[in-house]
């Protein structure tokens, strides 16, 4: 019997050094890809490697959703979905990490860059109205408040009515 408990305490211990060392191998490749997304020379954004950033971030959080890393990894996704023009992808991670990390420091800006990706991307008003209704009676104190505001009074008024309405206002 104590042999049997010696072999599964050490079983553990292997399982876990290889999940640790898969884990540290993972956030390792992510940074390096991170690295070489932009061109050092061009200063062009590479597609195909932000795919594959993208997919990276995923797996990662998809295996260890309790580190730390796993929201922070999600929410440099929504960011790559959105430079890589697939906005409805970047509102899904958005709503994931609202979900999953309610704690998350940076989940009270996801609320905000949904109804931004809304407004801006895909001119979605009404959408971007109630996110950013949303976000400001729920954070109603954060440094981005004020901006959901402006931008909520301004959804849907082209550049012109804009200039004309700042105009205005200054005379």
Do not use: W
């Amino acid at each position: 019997m104590r042999i049997f408990s010696i072999s599964m305490v050490l079983l553990t211990v292997l399982f876990l050094a290889a999940c640790t060392g898969k884990q540290e191998r993972m956030s390792a490749k992510i940074s390096k890809l991170e690295q070489s997304l932009v061109d050092s020379v061009s200063r062009t954004f590479d597609k195909n490697k932000a795919v594959a950033l993208i997919k990276l971030y995923d797996a990662y959080a998809g295996s260890y959703p309790g580190d730390t890393l796993s929201a922070q990894y999600l929410f440099k996704m929504s960011e790559l979905q959105t430079h890589a023009e697939t906005p409805q992808a970047a509102i899904q991670t958005l709503d994931r990490i609202i979900r999953e990390y309610p704690d998350f420091r940076r989940t009270p800006e996801c609320m905000f860059l949904k109804g931004f990706i809304y407004d801006n991307n895909l001119a979605d008003f009404e959408k971007a109205k109630v996110c950013y209704m949303e976000f400001i009676r729920s954070h109603p104190e954060h440094y981005f408040a004020d901006d959901a505001q402006v931008l909520l009074d301004n959804l849907g008024k082209s550049p012109e009515e804009l200039i004309r309405q700042f105009e205005e206002k200054g005379q």
